[in-house]
């Protein structure tokens, strides 16, 4: 009787181990980011100030259930690839979760863009002098932005950032500014 306990006990402990391996997999966990729920704001709004062209946008991109096409081009064109003036649609789910980031810290400041959506071309450029840019970055896909906000100290900015857990969050005190992505939930 004891051995048959023993055999069934194994049995289980080898069954469980085997779950939860089998939840594991290769592919990295996805960011469990939601927006903020529509009863709670009627609209979102975002203000920009892109440092590298001087351009200024204040838009109210969601309201009323929708996203405003008008406005996300907006969005699109002042995040755009400042080098090669590309435009690339950018992630609503990062725009939300800037509208998140600016509720969390209280501030009407624009968000000060050091970087938005990248070509291809830029991308490889920026990673042929620099180890810090990784060669396929989110940028790429309008799902990145580096930034930084008048007024509120850095590692606050990182701290809210890192608190959202909406995707990645990169901290570069040295260039003064913090990166922020939807891709799965990382620091560095």
Not at 24 to 31: M, Q, V
Not at 84 to 106: C, F, K, M
Request: net charge positive.
């Amino acid at each position: 009787m004891k051995n048959e306990i023993c055999k069934t006990r194994r049995n289980l402990l080898k069954s469980s181990m085997a779950l939860a391996l089998a939840g594991l997999s290769s592919r990295p966990a996805l960011a469990a980011f939601k927006p903020q729920d529509a009863k709670e704001t009627i609209v979102r709004e975002l203000a920009f100030y892109n440092l590298h062209t001087g351009e200024n946008l204040k838009a109210e991109y969601w309201s009323e259930g929708g996203y405003i096409p008008d406005a996300l081009a907006g969005i699109d064109h002042i995040l755009r690839d400042f080098r090669t003036d590309e435009v690339l649609p950018i992630d609503p789910q990062l725009l939300d979760l800037l509208h998140n980031l600016r509720s969390t810290l209280g501030t009407n400041q624009p968000f000060q863009i050091i970087s938005g959506y990248r070509s291809p071309t830029t991308n490889a450029n920026l990673a042929a002098n620099s180890g810090g840019v990784a060669k396929r970055s989110l940028h790429m896909q309008g799902k990145a932005i580096d930034i930084r906000i008048e007024g509120t100290p850095l590692k606050h900015l990182r701290e809210a950032a890192i608190a959202l857990q909406g995707g990645g969050v990169g901290y570069y005190p040295g260039s003064n500014f913090v990166h922020m992505d939807v891709g799965r939930i990382r620091t560095w």
